[in-house]
């Protein structure tokens, strides 16, 4: 398995606490320290890689090597979502998941995910969405189609900030996650 833009370890090391073998990448070093660390102490460091590097980079080295690929809450944060999509459709092996979650760009995304998560209620730092990268579902969509996935299932997710729950929902107007599937046709 491998998990695009794994920050601090959470997932990748989730992934590895249920049996997986699993290769997290990023582009930032601190985190990727921090998981490194983290991994050691939690004695999962057997069963995790991680690398800096770009998805697109980690496509060219690892190509079709992959059952599963995440790329959770990154896509709205990198220069170029088509070419990314692609490094994760190419990751993927024939057959195989891809599954990314990112944040919709519409008014109640911006409200909520912008000036409520990071202005008002302070959940996240200011300034760390750029509202001009969120996506909708149809580009998305879009995008892995061209890059050879086929989408499977597209579902949002809600946050309760004051509960702190998180859950899947029908509603996809601000966070959501997309199940695709690579093709097995050439």
Do not use: W
Request: some cysteine; charged content about 20%; proline content about 5%.
């Amino acid at each position: 398995m491998a998990d695009i833009g794994c920050g601090g370890g959470i997932l990748t090391e989730s992934l590895a606490t249920l049996g997986a073998h699993v290769t997290g990448i990023d582009m930032a070093e601190g985190p990727l320290a921090v998981a490194r660390l983290h991994a050691i102490e939690s004695g999962l460091d057997g069963d995790i890689r991680y690398e800096r590097t770009t998805p697109e980079a980690f496509a060219g080295e690892a190509p079709g090597a992959f059952s599963l690929v995440t790329c959770l809450e990154m896509l709205e944060h990198v220069p170029d979502v088509t070419s990314t999509v692609q490094a994760l459709a190419d990751l993927a092996e024939p057959g195989g998941d891809v599954i990314v979650s990112t944040i919709n760009r519409n008014p109640k995304s911006y409200l909520l995910a912008v000036l409520g998560a990071e202005y008002v209620l302070g959940i996240l730092p200011r300034g760390t969405h750029d509202y001009g990268k969120f996506i909708r579902p149809s580009e998305l969509a879009r995008a892995m189609r061209a890059a050879g996935l086929s989408v499977v299932e597209i579902v949002g997710m809600r946050y309760n900030p004051f509960t702190r729950n998180c859950s899947l929902a029908d509603d996809v107007d601000v966070n959501y996650v997309v199940h695709a599937r690579k093709d097995t046709s050439p």
